[in-house]
T-cell receptor
Framework: EAQVTQNPRYLITVTGKKLTVTCSQN?????MSWYRQDPGLGLRQIYY???????DKGDVPEGYKVSRKEKRNFPLILESPSPNQTSLYFC?????????????????FGEGSRLTVL | AQSVTQPDIHITVSEGASLELRCNYS??????LFWYVQSPGQGLQLLLK??????LVQGIKGFEAEFKRSQSSFNLRKPSVHWSDAAEYFC?????????????FGSGTQLTVLP
């Protein structure tokens, strides 16, 4: 089954304790991205990757790191989490990073990771 | 820069009633527009998209949306709502570059369906 898998789905942690949220897709997609979802703010992009070894900042990258060593994986790293990073995080992927290519531009989302930082 | 506004934070309808969710966009050219649905505990799923051509587009689960350039709107409709349609709905618009990196999402509309 084609899917984007995120882990963990739920996590409660404390300020300053490094954590990694993993994201893996099995669709051979080139483009991957991380979003955070906060009430009233919709989805805001944290980082994105157009292909392996190519990553760039989105709209709210502060406090986050990513890596793209393999095509299928795109982990999100919080080196020193703070309470303002409490949020619902989504990983997404698409075959192409160009939306206007039609079906190849459709984003596929993981089920989300709810993170609470105390 | 492009932007998307979903004026209704929360809408409640009875099962079987019709539904319209509003989406307004700000864009300097012909936009590509999308509606995504987020069911409870799930990720977002594409409902439908408008690229060009016929301004009335059909999507999955019986949804449709109409692009109105004069009103800068892309409202989502369904003739008869089912309880399983309870979810959060997001409108999105792409950028002139067409890059997924610059896809802009609205703040979402939460739909509650009463039995």
């Amino acid at each position: 089954e084609a899917q984007v898998t995120q882990n963990p789905r739920y996590l409660i942690t404390v300020t300053g304790k490094k954590l990694t949220v993993t994201c893996s897709q099995n669709m051979n997609h080139e483009y991957m991205s991380w979003y955070r979802q906060d009430p009233g703010l919709g989805l805001r992009q944290i980082y994105y990757s157009m292909n392996v070894e190519v990553t760039d900042k989105g709209d709210v990258p502060e406090g986050y790191k990513v890596s793209r060593k393999e095509k299928r994986n795109f982990p999100l790293i919080l080196e020193s989490p703070s309470p303002n990073q409490t949020s619902l995080y989504f990983c997404a992927s698409s075959l192409s990073g160009i939306v206007r290519t039609g079906v190849t531009g459709e984003l596929f989302f993981g089920e989300g990771s709810r993170l609470t930082v105390l | 820069a492009q932007s998307v506004t979903q004026p209704d934070i929360h809408i409640t309808v009875s099962e079987g009633a019709s539904l319209e969710l509003r989406c307004n966009y700000s864009y300097g050219a012909t936009p590509y527009l999308f509606w995504y649905v987020q069911s409870p505990g799930q990720g977002l799923q594409l409902l439908l998209k408008y690229f060009s051509g016929d301004t009335l587009v059909q999507g999955i689960k019986g949804f449709e949306a109409e692009f109105k350039r004069s009103q800068s709107s892309f409202n989502l409709r369904k003739p008869s709502v089912h309880w399983s349609d309870a979810a959060e709905y997001f409108c999105a618009v792409d950028s002139p570059s067409g890059s997924a990196r610059q896809l802009t999402f609205g703040s979402g509309t939460q739909l509650t369906v009463l039995p």
